[in-house]
């Protein structure tokens, strides 16, 4: 498995206008659109999962609160293209990972194994191909972010990658999900039926606990964010949860570690700020390692039992 940090990128600030329907939270099984795309970028060890919104934003975010993503809003929605959503979450994205992994919130039943594959390439741009056909998700290394960014755009994200002339890579694969969308009610009935031929998968959900649970993933994904921007407000809006809830989560884990997480800056010419204690920052640590070896070995175990099931 590549050592490489990759992340991934969700553009969900269209109108869905083809379908009549608001695409990322229409029902597949018993779950929606966005939160199956969500779910196979974790299981795969994908992190940060930033998703842009737009079009009905308050909606998709009361609705994914829970998910663990970092949350962007392309407030111009109407009058600016995929691109515009895609560039902006690259540039909070840039430094904060190797490379990224970018996919329409309508493309969301492309399996775990070919989100795999994407992170075993050491290319600068990989794509999945069945058959010679191009799909999604698309791997992007992040030193191609300033050029992308200050590209204008013409023909979208695949036109600004023709223009930079590196090499694509593509990863031959058998899975016809990374060619399905639901951009209209006939291509979504084929998707429908794509996902319930589909088996089952592991999720793992890890949290740190004394008398009780104090420390889950959200726990860590606030400091992280903490550490990041500088800001316990900036952090508590990626992840949607108000200021006072991220104070008492903060609050709830120095009591039950009995160490100081995060360091206070008061006042000055710019404003105070917020960053994590050298026991904060060892905590982030920890249990992002903890967390990325379960994951793996819950996999080995789950395809070691399950083997005849899984599909392919």
């Not at 904060?96 to 992170?119: G, K, N, W, Y």
């Not at 698309?138 to 994200?157: N, Q, V, Y």
């Not at 959200?218 to 992280?224: D, G, N």
Request: hydrophobic content about 40%.
């Amino acid at each position: 498995m590549s050592l490489l940090k990759t992340a991934g990128l969700i553009v969900a600030a269209g109108r869905s206008s083809r379908m009549n329907q608001f695409k990322p939270l229409m029902e597949i099984g018993q779950t929606t659109v966005i939160s199956r795309l969500i779910a196979t970028f974790q299981q795969a060890g994908v992190d940060p999962i930033v998703l842009i919104t737009g079009h009905e934003a308050e909606r998709l975010e009361a609705h994914v609160k829970n998910l663990d993503v970092v949350v962007l809003r392309n407030e111009h929605y109407q009058t600016t293209e995929m691109i515009d959503s895609v560039k902006i979450g690259l540039k909070w994205l840039h430094g904060q990972c190797d490379r990224v992994l970018f996919s329409p919130a309508d493309v969301p039943l492309f399996s775990i194994r070919t989100v795999d594959q994407m992170m075993e390439s050491d290319a600068k741009i990989a794509v999945p191909t069945v058959d010679g056909q191009e799909g999604h998700p698309l791997l992007l290394a992040t030193s191609l972010i300033p050029a992308i960014l200050e590209d204008t755009g013409d023909g979208g994200l695949r036109g600004i990658l023709r223009r930079l002339g590196e090499t694509v890579a593509h990863i031959e694969t058998q899975d016809v999900g990374t060619q399905l969308d639901a951009d209209t009610p006939d291509d979504f009935d084929v998707l429908l039926k794509y996902h319930n031929r589909q088996l089952l998968r592991p999720q793992v959900h890890i949290s740190l606990a004394r008398t009780k649970p104090f420390f889950t993933q959200t726990s860590w994904r606030l400091l992280s964010l903490i550490d990041s921007t500088g800001s316990v407000a900036d952090a508590c809006q990626r992840i949607n949860i108000s200021y006072s809830k991220g104070w008492q989560l903060i609050r709830t884990m120095e009591e039950e570690m009995e160490e100081v997480l995060i360091e206070r800056i008061q006042g000055g010419p710019s404003g105070g700020s917020s960053h994590l204690t050298n026991a904060g920052r060892t905590l982030v640590e920890r249990f992002e390692r903890l967390t990325n070896e379960a994951r793996q070995a819950v996999d080995r175990v789950f395809h070691d039992i399950f083997e005849e099931t899984i599909d392919d």
